[in-house]
């Protein structure tokens, strides 16, 4: 029955109904609101399709031409910025060789402080609960895994959004906004975390320490630090940290 | 009655050609603004950059299904665009502080208005787009082959089913759609408008 109606908006689209059907389809636009709602949604999708996939390819390509100009635009300036510290050296080759990590710490902190990247050693996302949406976890993990964390991020607060009691995605995505220096979103999560009862309390206290720890506000790491009782897994980093600071 | 285009409708033209050179000036000239209002919003560049991108793909969609026609500076209106959609952001990521730092950006009602109309029809394209990947896989193909190739006699033979079926069944799963979209909370929203 229903079927025939929708039957008839694909004929009244196409300009196929005879002038007796035409007039009933005229007729009944007009004397039921279910009717006339259901053929103006039905209206616009075919009107919204048509475009999106007519224009697949075009928007595929002016992704690729707004990524490429971003790049150049938005994100050089921020790599320029972060280098004029450590101007001698590649930014970009920095990220990726984290040993050297190490070295430049003696040249630029040489004031002796730790550096955040020392610390900075996430143990990989592992997702154990499987279920719906494998595809998106396990892209999440690659991601977050690979330090892609802009991608992480995304695909995590996605999954997130849809079991947002899962306290591990939380703390994940924490992590992600700090790398990304994003430290309030970072720090609200760490502490919502911190100040609950699951088996990750701990952890997010570890991590808050780390975003103060970045941000170098070293009283409060330090206070954070000392919060961390000796019975638990991050006892040893915490101490190893404090002794440094 | 006549719409008249602002002098920088050529930026919209700019995207349904790909015109990467005046492309090129709308992010030398408009983002720096944006870039500084995500970073001083608990953002980094990498946030904003996705924002520009997301804001510039949706007013193609628009364009090139509405042929949206931009009747004032192209500044102010991409600004407002990308601002709204990082407050939105913000509000997904579970940031309580979602009130933007404001600077003093004096907005027309004309400027408003057009705002508004992207707006919306993002939410409509979000939507559709969502609804569309509800619907089994074999709904999806057949819609995706028919408007694609448009013509159903080849539809049909693409598909190896006989013409009257693929039209049956192209009805068929856009009435499919058509249900989904109405039963949804956000088209309540979107049609309260």
Known sequence: ???????????????ELTSEEMADFEKQLIANTDFKQEFEIYKALETSLNSTFENEEKETELKATLTNLGKKYIKEETVKKETKVISLFNYKKLLVAASIAVLIGLFV???????????????????????????MRSKAE???????????????????????????????????????????????????????????????????????????????????????????????????????? | MSIKKHADHIYIEALLKNDSRVLSKVYERFSPKIVAMVKKNSGCADDAQDIIQETLVTIFHQASEKNFILTCPFDAYFYLLCKRKWLNELKKRGNKRVTIVEDVTSITEEQEQQVEETEIFEQQHQLFELKFKELGQKCQELLKTT????SMEKVA???GVTYGYARKKKSQCMGQLTKLVKASNEFQQLNSY
């Open chain 1, 1 to 15: 029955m229903e079927d025939v109606r929708y039957i008839t908006f694909e004929k009244y689209l196409n300009k």
């Open chain 1, 109 to 135: 902190f040489n004031n002796g402080d730790p550096a955040y990247s020392d610390f900075a050693n996430h143990t990989n996302l592992e997702f154990t609960v499987r279920g719906e949406n494998d595809e």
């Open chain 1, 142 to 245: 690659e991601a977050f895994n690979t330090k892609n964390y802009t991608e992480a991020l995304k695909l995590i607060t996605k999954i997130g959004n849809q079991d947002l009691k899962d306290t591990e995605i939380q703390l994940y995505r924490g992590i992600c906004y700090l790398e990304l220096n994003s430290y309030d979103a970072a720090e609200g999560l760490f502490n919502k975390i911190s100040n609950g009862d699951s088996a990750f309390k701990y952890k997010a206290t570890w991590y808050k320490a780390l975003t103060y720890l970045k941000q170098e506000q070293f009283e409060k790491c330090k206070n954070t630090l000392k919060t961390i009782p000796e019975s638990t897994e991050e006892y040893e980093l915490a101490q190893k940290l404090l002794k440094k600071l």
């Open chain 2, 147 to 150: 408007f694609k190739i448009k």
């Open chain 2, 157 to 159: 033979e693409a598909l």
